[in-house]
């Protein structure tokens, strides 16, 4: 099993609709969780970090953690074409040390 | 504010040579960390420097290496490249453990 899970995708969705990205993690004692935003040839942009269960919202995004089903996911509202990107999941480890990535989610805004 | 710098941007190399990677983290920041990138896949972790001590370190071979001076800046050295090497190779800092990292634009290495 790998340590961070997430479907590469293409995930596409049109313009205007709820883009819903999905991430697991096999570490029970993982602290702290962060999604990235990456487009072609550049590298990753921080969107959110949420460390406690329950939802977290910063404009059109929403992060959501349940530590007990080791779940973690990222809604985007009102999804534009420039949403398209991959989405990196991104949980850290050892009390601090070491980000574990995932594979990415390749999102695909279709106007 | 200036962000993660890293240099240089592109680089091409060929087997057997040596690379010297370098990186300033944001002005603050006192932790690095270095990741490899290749196309298709998520940032593999290579290390993590905090205070000038290596925190963390991948699952990557002793080829590897790097370093964090007393001003917080990194540098990551690779020996005996090999083809597999070529990658996008980021650095990233953040304040302390477990926070936020914030990355670089990348060094871009092409080994032939």
């Known amino acids: 099993q790998k340590e961070v899970e997430q479907n590469s995708g293409p995930l596409s969705v049109p313009e205007g609709a709820i883009a819903s990205l999905n991430c697991t993690y096999s570490d029970r004692v993982s602290q702290s969780f962060f999604w990235y935003r990456q487009y072609s040839g550049k590298s990753p942009e921080l969107i959110m970090s949420?460390?406690?269960?329950g939802d977290k919202e910063d404009g059109r995004f929403t992060a959501q953690l349940n530590k007990a089903s080791q779940y973690v996911s990222l809604l985007i509202r009102d999804s534009q074409p420039s949403d398209s990107a991959t989405y990196l999941c991104?949980?850290?480890?050892?009390?601090?040390?070491?980000?574990?990535f995932g594979p990415g989610t390749r999102l695909s805004v279709l106007p | 504010d200036a962000g993660v710098t890293q240099s240089p941007t592109h680089l091409i190399k060929t087997r057997g040579q040596h690379v010297t990677l370098r990186c300033s983290p944001i002005?603050?920041?006192?932790?690095v960390s270095w990741y490899q990138q290749v196309l298709g896949q998520g940032p593999q972790f290579i290390f993590q420097?905090?205070?000038?001590?290596?925190?963390g370190r991948g699952n990557f071979p002793d080829r590897f290496s790097a370093r964090q001076f007393p001003n917080y800046s990194s540098e990551l050295n690779v020996n005996a490249l090999l083809l597999g090497d070529s990658a996008l190779y980021l650095c990233?800092?953040?304040?302390?453990?477990?926070?936020?990292?914030?990355f670089g634009d990348g060094t871009r290495l092409s080994i032939l």
């Open positions: 990233a800092s953040s304040t302390d453990l477990g926070q936020p990292q914030h």
């Open positions: 002005s603050g920041h006192k932790s």
């Open positions: 949420i460390y406690s269960n």
């Open positions: 420097y905090y205070e000038k001590e290596e925190r």
């Open positions: 991104a949980v850290n480890k050892d009390y601090g040390q070491n980000f574990v």
